[in-house]
């Protein structure tokens, strides 16, 4: 049976021929009376039942017939909506359990991002304290650095300022001014031990100009 017949479609096509009736002009009548969800207490199939054999050639006078009619049409119409009740509970069921397995795989999804972000979270901790930091990250931080947000601390009991934490941007200027105390130490030295090579420099030159001094004296003397 596809989609578009009637459930009975079948049972009418072969039925009601046999009780005189043609088929494609009074099934219409029996499967709009079961599609009917007012069955108003039997009246409804009672009149249809009475058309159904006013129109019969051949099985008016057969009470039989028609009461059989009766009971198969009623037997066949509570078949089908216990049917359609048992299958409309089942689609209820397995959409249920489609949202609820769908449902899982998004409560797991949600917390394997949730423990993702937290260790992305962690690494940034770790790779931000000042230890974790290179040379290069440090000179960034010292010139393009955030301030710490807190900028008012807390007072402390006694009045004065609570000693405020040190920041990333605190931490790049004290290594920079390290290196900066380094570098200028180094350029000390380096000025100091050029000044005293200069020094000699000019002692040995004073030196020699002395000693050229004193020759040429000498050799005066020697022609007088």
Excluded at 157 to 167: A, L, N, R, V, Y
């Amino acid at each position: 049976m596809s989609d578009e017949d009637h459930y009975l479609d079948s049972y009418l096509s072969e039925l009601l021929p046999a009780i005189g009736l043609d088929a494609e002009t009074y099934a219409p009548y029996v499967t709009g009376y079961a599609d009917d969800d007012d069955d108003d207490n039997g009246e409804s199939l009672d009149e249809l039942i009475e058309l159904l054999r006013a129109s019969s050639e051949s099985h008016e006078e057969d009470d039989a017939t028609w009461e059989s009619l009766r009971k198969e049409i009623t037997q066949r119409r509570l078949d089908h909506i216990s049917g359609e009740s048992v299958r409309k509970e089942l689609e209820a069921l397995e959409l249920q359990a489609t949202m609820s397995a769908n449902l899982q795989k998004e409560i797991a999804l949600a917390q394997k991002n949730a423990v993702e972000m937290e260790a992305r979270k962690q690494k940034e901790l770790e790779d931000n304290k000042p230890e974790n930091m290179s040379e290069e990250k440090i000179a960034l931080m010292s010139k393009f650095g955030y301030e710490d947000g807190n900028d008012n601390a807390e007072a402390g009991h006694d009045g004065g300022d609570s000693e405020k934490p040190m920041t990333n941007r605190d931490h790049a200027a004290a290594m920079s001014r390290k290196e900066a105390e380094k570098q200028k130490s180094v350029k000390t030295q380096t000025k100091g031990e050029a000044q005293r090579e200069t020094k000699q420099a000019k002692s040995d030159k004073l030196a020699k100009k002395e000693e050229r001094r004193k020759k040429a004296g000498k050799r005066e003397r020697q022609k007088m």
